[in-house]
């Protein structure tokens, strides 16, 4: 019996990548774009990920990726530098066979390895009973706040719940000078 892989993605998987992000942005209201985009343009935001040193994975089975993760940054303030804000999505025929969850297990990691100190989680559609809110309860995250009606789509109104994971001693320690965030920082401004 073969199991699930989670590696890190590379220009190659784009292709598959846009087709499950289609599929969201279509079908779901994890996502708030109301067009899926275009390949070019998933390629545009992968590239600037990957250039800002950001973990973007990917999950697969027998060669089939069922799914993607990536961390990003939470706002482009550099006080936000210690702070990135997660993104899961899995392909329909893959949902609730533990791929988000095992990509969140390797996107956490990937995070406290960079040095980061807070995941943030800004989940579409934020009801108590959705697959990305108990993903996220049960990975640790805790409830950070909700906007009421903050988002239409598919001719309803959405919730969108924030959910925040302290890695790495989170606000309890000073910053490590030789964390990627810092490390980033510090190359900016010489």
Known sequence: MSSITIRPATAADLDRITEIYADAVTNGTASYELEPPSRAEMGVR???LLAGGFPYLVAEKDGVMLGYAY????????????????????????KGQGVG???????IDAAKAAGFRQVIAVIGDGRPDSA????????????????????YKH???????FMQLSINDGA??????????EW???????
């Open 184 to 190: 980033k920082f510090l190359k900016q401004k010489q």
């Open 46 to 48: 992968f590239d600037s």
């Open 155 to 161: 001719g309803r109104w959405l919730d969108t719940v």
């Open 172 to 181: 309890l320690a000073p910053p490590d000078p030789n964390s990627l965030p």
């Open 71 to 94: 961390a990003g940054a939470f706002r482009p303030r550099p006080a936000y530098r210690f702070v990135v804000e997660d993104s899961v999505y899995v392909a329909p025929e893959a």
């Open 101 to 107: 969850l095992k990509l969140m297990q390797g996107l």
């Open 132 to 151: 990305s809110v108990r993903l996220h309860e049960k990975l640790g995250f805790r409830h950070s706040g909700r906007l009421e009606g903050s988002g």
